[in-house]
C-alpha cells in the first residue's frame, strides 16, 4: 500500500489468458487489479465489460453488461461475483429518471434489468459502467489518484499531471446522476483516457480486456510518478516532520498487552468486538509527526475509507494509554465518552427524516503516537480491513498535503454516504451473526487432539482462537490447517509451557496483541502418567502438580486478570478428567492433579461471580482416539493396571461405560462450547460436566 513504491505493477500474461472467453478475461483482469492494493483497496473498485451473448429467450444475440456485483472484492472474486444486466434495459431507464432527488429509486429498477436469471444483486455504480460506451471499463481506488483527486486545486492538478487526457469531475455521491455526468463529460471531450472524481478515485477504460487494465495501470504508474517528482522538487518534509520517536519492541508490547483489553472492554460494552494491531512503516510515520491531529480531524475524503473507517480517528495521548489501572481505565473511559458525544452530535448536526437511526458511536480507528494504529470492529477481518483502508487515508493524506493542501469530504456529503439509505439496506440484508462472533479463546494443549477438536468447534461458531502449545511445530501447523479452513485473520498460535510463568505471561500478552484480549480460556494442556504408589517418584510426582495444577493456576489467574480488565465477564473451562471425581488404580500422582484442577475451578467461579467471569468443568474419559497422551507410555501402563492388551484399550473402555459407547474429541468440544456459549449457559458456574459414556463411581455430588 505505499504509493512510494517503484515496484512494476503486475504484468498482464498473454500465454495465461489465451483462448479465454470475454467472461474469463474480465475475471482475469479484476483479479489481476485486486492483487496489488497500490491499484485498489479490498472490496473498493468494480469492473465490467460489454459482451454479446445469446438471449436465453428469444435466442437472439443481446448486449449484456457484466459488472462486479454489490459487495465483492475484485482481487479474490470468481465468476459468480459479476452481476450481469441487459444493456437495452440500462439504456431505457434513462426515461424513467426523475432528477437527483429522486436517483436512489433507480436501485430498484436494477433487478428488472437482469439477464440470465443472474441472483447477483448489482452494485450502486452499475449506472457508472452502463452509462459510459466503452466495451470495457475500470473504477479503481489508487492512493496516487485519490490523492490528487483530494488535493483543494483538484481540477488544475489533474490536468497537469494528465496533460488533458484524463477528465475531471467535482464530488458527487455515487448513483444515477453520476453516471449521466460520466457519460456528458466523456462525450464533451473526445479522446480521453479516463475520468478523476474529486475525492473518489479515477474511470478508465479500453477497447479490450488487456488494453482496459494497461490503460488503468498506466494512468496509475504516471499520476505515481508525477507525485514523486514533486516531493523531490518541493523537498516537502512528510507530514511536517517527526514529533516524537516509536516505543521499543519490548516497550510497545508491554504497553499493548494492558491498553488493548481496556479499549476492547470499553468499546464492547453493547456487543464483543475485536481489534487489530498495525505498526507499518507508513502507520508509524503519521502518529509520530507534527501534523498528526489536524489532518487526522479533516477526516477521509474517498467514501469506500470512510464507510469502514468513521469519518475521522480517536487520538488518544501517550499520557493516557501508559497510564496503570484506574488511571488507565478512567482516562481512556473520558476518551472514549467524548468521542461518542462528539460522533452523536456530528449525527444530529446532519441527519436527515429518513436518516437510519444512530449506529455504534465507538471509534473505529485508534491512533497511539509512538506506537501506532488499533482498529476496531465486530469481527477480525473487518478490523484489519477498516486499517487497511485507513492506510489508504494516510496515504492520500500525505501526498496530497506535500503537493497541494489535502481537503477531506465535507462533513454533511460524508454523512449522506455513511447513513444512506441504501448502505443501511445492506447493511440489513446481512446474515445474523454466529454465537461466538467477537468472542476470542486461548486453549492451552491446542495442539492436542482435543485443543484442535475445541479449537475447530469454537471457530465454526465464529470464534477467534489462539492455540496455546508448549510444542510449536505442532501448534503452528494445527493453525495453518484451521487457518486454510476458516480463514487466516481467525487463529493464531503461541508457544507457552503452562509451568512457567513468564511464558504464560506473554500468551496472553500475545492474544491481547492479536485481538484485544481473552474471553475464554480453555485450560487442557496436559500429560498422563501412571506408577503403582510405592513406585511414584517425587519427580513423577512434582512433574503432574507442575503441568497439572501449577499449570491450570497460572492459566486461570492470568485469564482472570485480563478479563476483569476488559470488564465484560468471560468463560474458564477446565478440562480435567473423570480422575478427579474417582480414583484410578496406579495413577496416583494424576489422579490428584486432576482433583486439584476441579477445586481451582470452582475457586476461580467463585470470586469470579462478580465480574460476570463463570468456571466450569468438564470431566473427559477414556478419550483415546486422536488424544496424544494415549500415543505413548501411558496406553501402556493403562494396558497394565488392567491387565488387558493395548490393542483392546477403546474396546475395554467402551464396555466399562454405562452407555457402551466410545469418547470423542467432538464430544469433548461440545462440552467445552457449551460452557463457553453465553446463549447457552450464562446461568451455569461452578459446575461440573462429565462426558465419560457413564461411570457410576464418578458421578457428581
Known amino acids: 500500500m505505499n504509493t512510494h513504491s517503484t515496484q512494476p505493477f503486475p504484468s498482464w500474461d498473454d500465454a495465461a489468458t489465451a483462448g479465454m472467453d470475454e467472461a474469463h478475461l474480465l475475471l482475469y483482469r479484476s483479479n489481476l487489479l485486486g492483487s496489488d492494493l497500490r491499484i485498489t483497496n479490498y472490496g473498493g473498485g468494480n469492473t465490467s465489460a460489454k459482451i454479446w451473448q445469446k438471449d436465453p429467450l428469444t435466442g437472439q444475440n443481446t448486449e449484456v453488461l457484466w459488472v462486479k456485483g454489490s459487495g465483492g472484492d475484485v482481487g479474490s472474486m470468481k465468476l459468480d461475483g459479476f452481476a450481469t444486466l441487459y444493456m437495452d434495459k440500462l439504456r431505457a431507464l434513462k426515461g424513467l429518471y426523475r432528477g437527483i432527488e429522486h436517483e436512489d429509486e433507480m436501485v430498484g429498477y436494477l433487478p428488472h434489468c ?122 516537502v518534509q512528510v507530514f511536517g516532520g517527526a514529533r516524537s520517536t516509536s516505543l521499543d519492541a519490548a516497550e510497545r508490547s508491554a504497553v499493548l498487552a494492558r491498553f488493548l483489553p481496556v479499549l476492547r ?44 473507517t468513521k469519518i475521522r480517528p480517536l487520538v488518544v495521548p501517550e499520557s493516557v ?122 486453549i492451552t494443549g491446542g495442539a492436542g487432539g482435543i485443543g484442535q477438536a475445541i479449537a475447530r468447534r469454537y471457530l465454526a461458531e465464529g470464534c477467534c482462537v489462539v492455540l496455546a502449545d508448549i510444542d510449536p511445530a505442532a501448534a503452528q ?22 509451568t512457567q510463568e513468564a511464558s504464560v505471561q506473554a500468551a496472553f500478552a500475545a492474544a491481547a496483541q492479536e485481538f484485544g484480549g481473552v474471553d475464554i480460556l480453555v485450560s487442557n494442556a496436559g500429560i498422563a502418567s501412571a506408577a503403582p504408589l510405592e513406585d511414584t517418584t517425587l519427580a513423577l510426582w512434582e512433574k503432574n502438580q507442575s503441568i497439572l495444577a501449577t499449570g491450570y493456576f497460572l492459566v486461570g489467574r492470568e485469564a482472570f486478570r485480563m478479563m476483569k480488565a476488559q470488564g465484560v465477564g468471560g468463560s474458564i473451562v477446565v478440562i480435567a478428567s473423570k480422575n478427579g471425581m474417582v480414583a484410578s488404580n496406579q495413577a496416583t500422582a494424576y489422579c490428584a492433579a486432576k482433583a486439584a484442577e476441579i477445586q481451582l475451578s470452582r475457586s ?31 496406553s501402556q501402563e493403562r494396558a497394565a493396571a488392567n491387565k488387558i492388551d493395548e490393542a483392546d484399550l477403546e474396546k475395554f473402555y467402551r464396555d466399562r461405560s454405562m452407555l457402551k459407547r466410545s469418547v470423542y474429541p467432538e464430544d469433548i468440544a461440545e462440552a467445552a462450547y457449551f460452557f463457553a456459549a453465553e446463549h447457552l449457559s450464562a446461568k451455569s458456574t461452578g459446575n461440573i460436566l462429565n462426558v465419560d459414556a457413564g461411570n457410576l463411581a464418578a458421578f457428581t455430588r
Open 265 to 308: 472492554g470499553l468499546a464492547s460494552q453493547d456487543r464483543p468486538k475485536l481489534l487489530h494491531v498495525n505498526t507499518s512503516p507508513e502507520v508509524v510515520e503519521f502518529v509520530n509527526s507534527q501534523e498528526l491531529e489536524p489532518l487526522a480531524a479533516l477526516g477521509t475524503s474517498c467514501p469506500d475509507h470512510f464507510l469502514r
Open 321 to 442: 494509554y501508559t497510564a496503570q489501572g484506574a488511571a488507565l481505565q478512567q482516562g481512556l473511559d473520558d476518551l472514549l465518552r467524548q468521542y461518542r458525544a462528539d460522533y452523536a452530535a456530528y449525527y444530529e448536526r446532519c441527519k436527515r427524516p429518513t436518516s437510519p437511526a444512530l449506529r455504534d458511536p465507538n471509534p473505529v480507528v485508534i491512533l497511539l503516537p509512538r506506537i501506532g494504529m488499533v482498529t476496531i470492529a465486530l469481527d477480525k477481518a473487518t478490523a484489519r480491513i477498516a486499517g487497511e483502508f485507513y492506510v489508504n487515508a494516510i496515504n492520500v493524506m500525505r501526498e496530497a498535503n506535500a503537493v497541494d493542501r489535502y481537503v477531506g469530504l465535507p462533513e454533511q456529503e460524508a454523512f449522506d454516504i455513511e447513513y444512506w439509505l441504501l448502505e443501511e439496506a445492506k447493511l440489513q440484508r446481512m446474515p445474523k451473526p454466529k454465537p461466538l462472533v467477537g468472542k476470542i479463546a486461548l
Open 604 to 634: 476461580f467461579a467463585l470470586e469470579g461471580a462478580p465480574l460476570g467471569i463463570r468456571s466450569n468443568v468438564v470431566n473427559p474419559d477414556a478419550v483415546i482416539r486422536g488424544s496424544k497422551i494415549w500415543t505413548g507410555q501411558w
Open 477 to 498: 501447523q494445527a493453525q495453518a490447517g484451521m487457518g486454510k479452513q476458516f480463514g487466516k485473520d481467525v487463529v493464531r498460535s503461541v508457544v507457552c509451557d503452562v
Open 114 to 235: 437482469t439477464f440470465n436469471l443472474n441472483s447477483r444483486a448489482a452494485s450502486i455504480d452499475t449506472p457508472l459502467h452502463s452509462s459510459l460506451p466503452y466495451a470495457h471499463v475500470d473504477h479503481m481506488h489508487p492512493d496516487a489518484v485519490i490523492a490528487i483527486a483530494a488535493m483543494e486545486h483538484s481540477e488544475a492538478i489533474t490536468r497537469e499531471v494528465f496533460g488533458g487526457t484524463v477528465g475531471w469531475l467535482p464530488w458527487l455521491r455515487p448513483g444515477y446522476e453520476l453516471g449521466q455526468r460520466l457519460a456528458e463529460h466523456n462525450a464533451k471531450h473526445p479522446g480521453l483516457r479516463g475520468i478523476v472524481l474529486g475525492g473518489h478515485g479515477l474511470f478508465s477504460w479500453g477497447d479490450t480486456s488487456k488494453s482496459c487494465y494497461d490503460n488503468t495501470v498506466d494512468l496509475i504508474a504516471q499520476a505515481q510518478t508525477w507525485l514523486a517528482q514533486q516531493r523531490v522538487a518541493k523537498k
